[in-house]
């Protein structure tokens, strides 16, 4: 079955240093990953996506995600945490099922605090 | 929360009543979704369209309808049938249901609340 895990409910951080979300991922076929922020009542903000070639992808606000196939592994890593990266961060997987259609499926979310 | 805009921002329903959510994207994207969002549930399909007067049911369709008249607009109804309706819902879209690269954009969400 094709799924995202998000192993960390909340993850603390101070200002400055760095910042690891976790997530962790199964599916068949090639994956094709993604993660997104969620500032509180708001919408998802995409931040970043694999879909193939250099295994570390750089998105939006100086984030950037490491693909590692073998530990089937997408993590989101910010060289240093801002106060205002506090938000709630999510992965998915794209998923084709039958009759070639695409839907996302999504990990359970991760807090990110981070503390001046 | 780029070109889809979803309206009300806030929805109060009562018991037995029936609501319609609102989005409307101006992405000109084929593909359009809602999902539903509960706290530590991360977000599950309730309906999504490819095209004009098509659409799909997802993951969590009961006690919810929706319409697909015009490429910009997906409105989505609750129904008296749908039993624990406070939730926040999120509209979505992408270039194409099929291509499973495509980035999929987010309204801003509205939350509905039971009374």
């Known amino acids: 079955a094709q799924s995202v895990a998000q192993p960390e409910d909340q993850v603390n951080v101070a200002e400055g240093n760095p910042l690891t979300v976790k997530c962790t991922y199964s599916?068949?076929?090639?994956?094709?990953l993604f993660w997104y922020v969620q500032y509180p009542n708001r919408g998802l903000q995409f931040l970043l996506k694999y879909i193939t070639g250099d295994n570390l992808v750089k998105g939006s606000y100086g984030f950037e995600a490491e693909f590692n196939k073998s530990q089937t592994s997408f993590h989101l890593k910010k060289p240093s945490a801002l106060v205002s990266d506090s938000a709630l961060y999510f992965c998915a997987v794209s998923f084709t099922f039958s009759g070639g259609y695409n839907k996302l499926i999504f990990g359970a979310g991760t807090r990110l605090a981070v503390h001046p | 929360d780029g070109g889809i805009t979803q309206s009300p921002k806030y929805l109060f329903r009562k018991e037995g009543q029936n609501v319609t959510l609102s989005c409307e994207q101006n992405?000109?994207?084929?593909?359009m979704y809602w999902y539903r969002q509960d706290p530590g549930q991360g977000l599950r399909l309730i309906y999504y369209?490819?095209?004009?007067?098509?659409?799909q049911k997802g993951d969590i369709a009961e006690g919810y309808s929706v319409s697909r008249e015009k490429k910009e607009s997906f409105p989505l109804t609750v129904t008296s049938a749908q039993k624990n309706p406070t939730a926040f819902y999120l509209c979505a879209s992408s270039s194409h249901l099929a291509a499973s690269t495509d980035t999929q954009y987010f309204g801003p969400g509205t939350r509905l609340t039971v009374l």
């Open positions: 599916v068949s076929g090639n994956p094709y």
């Open positions: 369209s490819q095209i004009v007067n098509d659409f």
């Open positions: 992405l000109n994207h084929d593909a």
